[in-house]
């Protein structure tokens, strides 16, 4: 038994020794089975909690026995009715309903609350901005107005004088002061929310409904005429040009109407007005300029260079006297100049941030203003419009001076061809053989009488600005003109009521009428007159009217007073007697014969002036005329003739 187990015991010390190291390697993998074998996890019980431990008042952590609240549902709750479920939360969570007044009520509440925070500190309450926008996205209309208003008055006092630029990238990442980091957040909010209100009174102007349409539109006007240096001007513009861009205005249009005029009578740097005149041009020109007249009159508003009417001297450059200069110069230390050259760019910084314009770019954006209407009046001169040739030679006529003199020749042709368009329009007979056409829809309301003696007026104020403006005599022949508004005389004469404007004349008695002095709602009295003044009395050169010229206009004007009305023939005779008293001596032969040289026929219905021999007649409408019924019109003939009979 001994040698047995002996036995035993050396084969299974020999079998160790011989496989050592495969025994490791049985055992290593015995190891990595056990450690890829899936861990089974302990199952929690329901009733185990899993809430975090707490610490009592006497420091000992104590864990919270509560049972969990179980969220699965359970498969007979799942299989109840969807339509039952509702049903029963419905009737369990009842919701408070609040009236329409009620709702009108806490809105008025909040939008004040807000208001009266943002104007107390801007600066402090800055978010607000985005909360008046959401109470302006209500679905009451009502609610909707008061917020659009809020807004209106809220931006009105709290936007700066300046206009905010965008923040660069590099800027957040310096390092700036808690006061400079706070006026950032501000300028940015205010910023923000301004551009969102914009953007919301543009899409209410454009499709809005009535009444939400209008207050957009008062909002906008508002805003253009108080703050016009500030951002999003542009967006304002389109908006007012959009509503602008009718052939009929309503009220909203008027009221546009009168916001641009605003804006270019008050805009002293002239930036505002550049871009209204850019974004109106701009919308004629898509319009084909079938718009209404108000819109081209506006430009009438403009102070297109009125501040700086006088000329320099074109022989030497205007500098100062150094030698008064340097005379004046008082003595400074070096610390003292050093000071005041550091005070110097204060200054300049102080006038950038208060965006004053200088002279110089004033001149070059109200130039660039002037290059864009006087683009416009000569388009619509190319086109043809009757319905805005009356604004057309009025703009002209107001900016003559401002015209360069190399144009003057195709101007003064395109009121020639105006002119000879007019006088070859066809007969009523014609016109009732052709067909009616909505493009033609515009020559029924032209009147070739008035827009004759437009263009005659326009031709003269060209001459006129050009001459009072460069001191110097412009070669241009206007006979053309001259002989036209001779020939005109007769024709106006038969007019049925020359005293009448047929054109955009105001109600007298409405409180809220414009005045607007312009051409074309003057009567055609008042165009002749103008005419004749500048024809006879020319302000440059009164001296140089020929004879001829004054004594077939006084022939022709005294048989005019026969047969227009009193105001009229009052009006011709006062003018008469005002040329008498300067042309005295080159009309007193057509009173007395004896100072006459001549022979044959004066042409009493001829279109010449030159060859109608005027000086071989007597005036014999002067003794008509001191038997007429109205005693004004026989004191004017005799105050007339008593000027002729003082010339010697």
């Known amino acids: 038994m001994a040698k047995a187990s002996t036995r035993k015991h050396q084969r299974a010390g020999a079998g160790t020794e011989s496989s050592g190291v495969k025994s490791v390697d049985e055992i290593w993998d015995a190891e990595q089975d056990y450690e890829t074998r899936p861990r089974k996890k302990r199952k929690q019980s329901r009733e185990e909690s899993t809430r975090l431990p707490i610490i009592t008042a006497g420091g000992e952590l104590q864990r919270s026995n509560l049972p969990e609240v179980e969220s699965e549902i359970s498969e007979d709750e799942a299989a109840e009715d969807p339509a039952e479920e509702a049903v029963d939360r419905a009737e369990e969570v009842e919701v408070p309903t609040v009236s329409a007044r009620q709702q009108l009520i806490e809105a008025k509440e909040e939008l004040a609350r807000i208001a009266g925070l943002l104007n107390e500190d801007p600066e402090e309450h800055a978010p607000l901005f985005r909360r008046l926008a959401q109470l302006g996205s209500s679905g009451n209309a009502t609610i909707k107005k008061l917020a659009l208003a809020t807004q209106l008055a809220v931006y009105k006092d709290v936007i700066p004088g300046y206009r905010i630029r965008p923040v660069s990238d590099e800027e957040p990442g310096v390092k700036v002061s808690k006061e400079v980091r706070r006026l950032r957040a501000f300028e940015q909010g205010l910023v923000a929310g301004y551009q969102g209100y914009v953007r919301e009174l543009a899409k209410l102007a454009k499709r809005g409904e009535d009444g939400l349409r209008g207050v957009a539109i008062s909002c ?299 051409i074309n709602i003057r009567t055609p009295t008042a165009l002749l007159l103008a005419s004749l003044s500048a024809t006879l009395l020319p302000p440059q050169a009164t001296r140089a009217v020929p004879p001829l010229r004054i004594a077939s206009f006084t022939h022709r004007l005294l048989a005019l007073s026969l047969q227009t009305p009193e105001k009229t023939s009052r009006a011709v005779l006062a003018l008469l007697t005002r040329v008498a008293t300067l042309q005295g001596r080159k009309m007193a032969a057509l009173w007395r014969t004896e100072e006459r040289r001549g022979d044959g026929v004066w042409d009493a219905t001829g279109g010449d002036i030159e060859g109608g021999n005027p000086f071989a007649a007597t005036v014999w409408g002067g003794e008509l005329l001191r038997v007429h019924f109205s005693p004004a019109v026989r004191e004017g003939i005799k105050s007339l003739e008593g000027v002729i009979s003082a010339v010697k």
């Open 220 to 518: 906008a006007c508002a805003l253009m005429t108080a703050v016009p240096h500030f951002n999003f001007r542009g967006n304002l513009l389109e908006i007012l040009a959009e509503r602008l861009s009718t052939r009929e205005l309503d009220a909203d249009a008027i009221r546009c109407l009168r916001a641009i005029e605003m804006l270019f009578k008050e805009d002293e740097g002239g930036a505002a007005s550049l871009d209204a005149v850019g974004v109106l041009a701009k919308m004629m020109r898509a319009r084909s300029y079938r718009v209404d007249e108000g819109v081209l009159n506006t430009f009438l508003h403009l102070r297109l260079l009125s501040e700086f009417s006088s000329k320099g001297s074109q022989n030497h450059i205007d500098r100062p006297d150094e030698r008064r200069a340097k005379a004046r110069r008082e003595f400074r230390t070096k610390k003292q100049r050093k000071s005041h050259k550091e005070l110097k760019v204060i200054e300049k910084e102080m006038r950038e941030a208060d965006a004053t314009v200088g002279h110089e770019e004033r001149e070059r954006m109200q130039a660039e203003t002037l290059k864009l209407v006087f683009a416009t009046y000569f388009r619509i001169l190319k086109a043809g419009l009757p319905s805005l040739m009356g604004a057309v030679l009025e703009g002209l006529a107001k900016y003559a001076h401002l015209i360069n003199q190399d144009f003057f020749g195709d101007l003064l042709e395109a009121l020639k061809d105006l002119i000879r368009g007019s006088a070859a329009r066809p007969s009523a007979e014609e016109k009732e053989e052709e067909e009616d056409d909505d493009d033609d829809a515009d020559d029924d309301t032209r009147n070739p009488t008035r827009e004759s003696l437009l263009c005659v007026i326009t031709a003269f104020a060209l001459l006129q600005g050009q001459t009072a403006s460069t001191n110097t005599a412009l070669n241009l022949d206007l006979h053309f003109f001259i002989t036209h508004l001779y020939r005109t005389l007769l024709p106006l004469s038969l007019h049925p009521d020359p005293e009448t404007s047929p054109l955009f004349l105001p109600d007298p008695h409405s409180p809220s009428t414009p005045s607007n002095p312009t």
